[in-house]
């Protein structure tokens, strides 16, 4: 019983000290990457409106007149760009996804519902609102602005 307590005890001061290190993660606030975001735009032929989340969107199909809801599950075809052009993430067929939208990062349960079924959206996104201060796998860094290009297929 005795090591039983202790081992959790290890665990949980590992927990804490991993939580702690979380603290330093400051995330940008999308103000400090408006510039980055609309040059980005410009030098690739996007559009964009200012959303009031710091976002940019443009809405090169707007679908159906349906639109997802948070709760909805989101059948997609999109590709994830980093501002250097590197792609991070796609996936072509729509039957591969099915995403919980409001598991997905911040920018696309903001984007994604202002299309409906057929629709295509190009979201500039702030690392606010997508991958903040952590970044994610060796592919998306800390605080990185990402780029998306999105067609909801379908949604449940």
């Not at 989340?53 to 007149?65: D, F, L, W």
């Not at 997508?130 to 990402?146: H, K, M, R, S, V």
Request: hydrophobic content about 40%; charged content about 15%; some cysteine.
């Amino acid at each position: 019983m005795k090591q039983i307590f202790a081992t959790l005890m290890v665990a949980s001061l590992m927990l804490m000290a991993g939580c702690s290190k979380e603290k330093g993660c400051t995330n940008v606030n999308p103000s400090e990457e408006q510039t980055a975001m609309t040059t980005h735009m410009s030098a690739n032929g996007v559009t964009g409106t200012l959303h009031p989340s710091g976002m940019y969107y443009e809405i090169v199909a707007p679908g159906g007149t349906a639109k997802p809801t948070s709760t909805s599950r989101v059948y997609v075809r999109y590709v994830g760009k980093t501002f250097d052009g590197k792609i991070f993430d796609q996936q072509q067929s729509a039957a591969n996804t099915g995403f919980q939208l409001f598991n997905l990062i911040r920018g696309w349960q903001i984007g994604i519902p202002l299309i409906g079924k057929g629709g295509f959206i190009k979201l500039v996104i702030p690392s606010s609102l997508g991958y903040g201060c952590t970044g994610a796998g060796e592919d998306i860094p800390a605080n990185a602005p990402l780029y998306f290009d999105i067609e909801l297929v379908d949604f449940q």
